[in-house]
């Protein structure tokens, strides 16, 4: 008990834990601020683009594009500059061939690279000049008056809303994008958990048994209550942070609430709109856009929130009570940090391989690799987890469970036996035959 | 009266062995010896009385009956491979270390306070143990072993790592804690300590127990029978007088008197010796020379790791 809260408070006291835990949220508010800023205000470069038009369709029809200017050049200067870039006012030069219209084809000088979303709005530009003109001739030719309007009436956006049926038969709304987030996010928290205290666990015992210090403490308490109150001390630690983080997150949240007003609300749900005009030149009206954001809150309240936020505490206690035991015994077993990397590196590979079969899950929470990663008990806790919010079996669930508790009893008791021997084993390199020795002894 | 026992112990590590029936039994408010050579077993014993291992057979007593875990509170225990965390301050882990050997926070503080003023080291309470000398580092360890007022201390090799006049102390503090009614089982290799310091000892090479009883008792067991005489006279009529039947050892003329070490063989007593000397010189002095612990603790290693050499003597 003594040794649980004096970890707790070293840890706590810790200038690299208070920083962790201010600098996590901030950083992540920081982040969605510079995705929002950047959206809002993206592309402030002047630029100005020479453009010969040999079709002379466009001439004086390009209107600058945010801050790119558009010039328009006659032939002679277009053969000047095409040689002689470099030392001319102009980023690049657009050259509209003749035959334009037949094979939709325009060409872009430039020294540097441009940037991808200058092509793209540059061409999305000329296609839409282009499409409207012969769209122009078209109604012409037809003689129907208000096919435009009608024309534009047809197209449709079929948006797929899925719903999920329980076992009582109840249909809810769900969705697989949601679910993917939440999936993604959920494994990806685990295993950050699960590693950083399960080092710290490690470093924990490497640094008592450098110091020598441990023969002492284990002269008043039992080695395993010594182990025990370490990694319990620290889980502590991780829940305080995650706690605080929640605290953190929630406060921002009302006070985002409340300075962002409905005016900057619509502003951003423009710079969504527009990003998503960009991105695939489907139009989305202000209406669908705010209905979105009621949407996914909605479907973020469908998730069963009770029983993933139960497996979420469940696998990050058992995963990381598994690989806390564990990388703890390895600090007991090697006398120095460069010998610690070997002996953690097959304990974290599992952990690894979670992490990399995690999309792959996500993506298809059904397949073959993602039923066996959640089975298994050392890929479990990360897997599973990736699977909880698209709904698994109960059965798997109870299964995944279940191997997960023997895997973790059967890793603290494998890891309290190395524990005990090499704690006050010095100067002696460690392998794994040596190990499997140690777990021999009786006691 | 006896307060700590352990009786029969035997511990094998994979293929060493490391204890071998050993038996020791320390007198209440006594200093009890652990010599050895390295690797003897000294720190097994050690460990094995702290409970940090377990023998794999034979038992341990306490006060007159059988050790349980929780006995480890009444036991003081100063490593031979000291350590203290670095970067906690010295009077926070000093009160830490004291509440795991079951003191409550505010006996912890005051016992600390005592002791930290009566070694002059107030001053470090606030400092990180990384900012202190390796003796300082020593001394707060020291006290961290007997503040909680140990019934049994036992010390791994206490003068290592000791400068001369911090080893004094510690030697001063010891016998003020027997005097105080500690009980201290302390191994060493400094054998002018254990002349000093011990009531008993006992001394353990490969893992058996080839000495053990009272210091005095020791050294006399292990006198060789060898005598300085001082005494006025001709050496060459000594030499004649004491023949073939004593050994000379050592010889030393000077203006003022002659000194002379003579060992007598076996069937002789001191009468036989003196009988032989004095019709040759004057005797100013006769003194049998008792073996200092260094010279027993070789004596005793070398017989015992080599049985012949004390048949043919």
Not at chain 1, 123 to 139: A, C, H, M, P, Y
Not at chain 1, 371 to 388: C, E, H, Y
Request: glycine letters at 6%.
């Amino acid at each position: 008990m003594l040794i649980l809260q004096q970890e707790y408070l070293k840890k706590v006291k810790k200038k690299s834990f208070i920083i962790l835990t201010l600098l996590v949220p901030l950083l992540f508010v920081g982040m969605f601020a510079l995705i929002i800023f950047l959206s809002l205000y993206d592309d402030k470069q002047e630029r100005t683009i020479a453009v010969y038009d040999e079709s002379t369709l466009f001439l004086g029809e390009l209107e600058p594009e945010g801050t790119t200017q558009f010039h328009f050049v006659p032939k002679e200067k277009f053969d000047t500059l095409r040689t002689n870039l470099k030392g001319s006012e102009f980023y690049a030069i657009l050259f509209i061939p003749e035959n334009i219209y037949s094979n939709n084809t325009a060409q872009i000088i430039s020294e540097k690279q441009l940037p991808m979303e200058l092509t793209e709005r540059i061409g999305r530009r000329l296609s839409r000049f282009i499409e409207n003109d012969k769209r122009q001739k078209v109604i012409d030719e037809a003689g129907i008056p208000d096919l435009d309007e009608r024309l534009a009436e047809t197209r449709t956006t079929v948006k797929i809303n899925t719903l999920k049926v329980s076992d009582t038969g109840e249909a809810r709304k769900s969705s697989s994008e949601v679910a993917f987030i939440a999936s993604y996010a959920m494994g990806f928290i685990i295993y950050f958990f699960v590693f950083m205290y399960g080092a710290s666990v490690m470093r924990s015992v490497m640094e008592e048994k450098k110091n020598r210090i441990v023969e002492v403490i284990i002269s008043s308490v039992k080695p395993f209550q010594l182990m025990a109150g370490k990694i319990i001390g620290t889980a502590l630690v991780g829940l305080t942070q995650v706690g605080i983080w929640v605290i953190v997150g929630i406060i921002l949240l009302g006070v985002g609430q409340s300075f962002f007003t409905p005016e900057s609300a619509e502003q951003m749900s423009q710079s969504l709109m527009e990003s998503s005009q960009q991105m695939g030149g489907a139009t989305i009206s202000q209406d669908m856009a705010n209905n979105q954001v009621a949407d996914i809150l909605e479907l973020v309240g469908n998730l069963n929130l009770p029983l993933i936020l139960f497996s979420f505490l469940f696998y990050f206690l058992a995963g990381y009570l598994m690989y806390s035991s564990l990388l703890g015994a390895v600090g007991a077993a090697v006398d120095n940090e460069e010998d610690s990397q070997q002996m953690v590196f097959p304990i974290t590979f599992p952990l690894i391989l979670a992490i990399m079969i995690l999309f792959p899950i996500a993506r298809n929470p059904e397949g073959p690799i993602a039923f066996w990663g959640s089975i298994i008990p050392f890929t479990s806790p990360v897997a599973m987890l990736a699977r909880v919010p698209y709904g698994v079996p109960t059965w798997e669930l109870l299964l995944s469970m279940a191997l997960l508790i023997l895997a973790t009893v059967g890793a603290i008791w494998a890891a309290a036996k190395i524990y005990k021997t090499g704690l006050l084993m010095y100067g002696k390199k460690v392998n794994l035959k040596e190990l499997i020795k140690w777990l021999r002894y009786k006691n | 009266m006896e307060l700590f026992s352990a009786q029969h112990v035997n511990k094998v590590f994979s293929k060493t062995r490391a204890l071998s029936d050993v038996s020791i039994s320390v007198k209440e408010q006594s200093i009890f010896g652990l010599l050895g050579p390295n690797g003897a077993g000294k720190t097994t014993l050690i460990r094995i009385i702290n409970q940090i291992t377990a023998p794999d057979d034979g038992e341990l007593f306490l006060e007159g009956r059988k050790m349980r875990q929780s006995d480890v509170a009444h036991i003081g225990y100063l490593p031979e491979e000291r350590g203290l965390y670095k970067k906690m301050k010295v009077g926070e882990q000093a009160v830490y270390l004291a509440q795991l050997k079951g003191m409550s926070r505010k006996d912890a503080m005051q016992n600390l306070k005592i002791w930290f003023e009566r070694f002059e080291m107030m001053d470090w309470w606030n400092k990180k143990v990384e900012e202190l000398s390796k003796g300082m580092q020593q001394k707060v360890q020291f006290v961290t072993t007997v503040v909680h007022k140990p019934t049994l201390l036992i010390f791994d090799e206490p003068f290592s790592g000791f400068d001369p006049i911090n080893a004094n102390l510690l030697k001063r503090e010891i016998l003020r804690l027997r005097d105080d009614g500690a009980t201290i089982i302390f191994s060493t290799h400094n054998m002018g300590s254990v002349e000093e310091l011990c009531d008993h000892i006992a001394l353990i090479n490969k893992s058996v127990k080839i000495v053990d009883g009272p210091t005095n008792e020791i050294r006399e067991k292990y006198k060789s029978n060898i005598f300085e005489i001082k005494y006025k006279g001709n050496f060459e009529q000594v030499d004649k007088a004491l023949g073939r039947r004593f050994k000379i050892l050592e010889h030393v003329e000077s203006v003022k008197e002659n000194q002379l070490q003579v060992q007598y063989l076996n069937g002789d007593s001191n009468n036989d010796l003196l009988q032989a000397i004095i019709p040759a010189a004057e005797i100013i002095s006769f003194e049998e020379i008792i073996p200092s612990m260094n010279d027993v603790f070789i004596k005793a290693v070398q017989e015992s790791n080599n049985p012949k050499i004390q048949k043919d003597e």
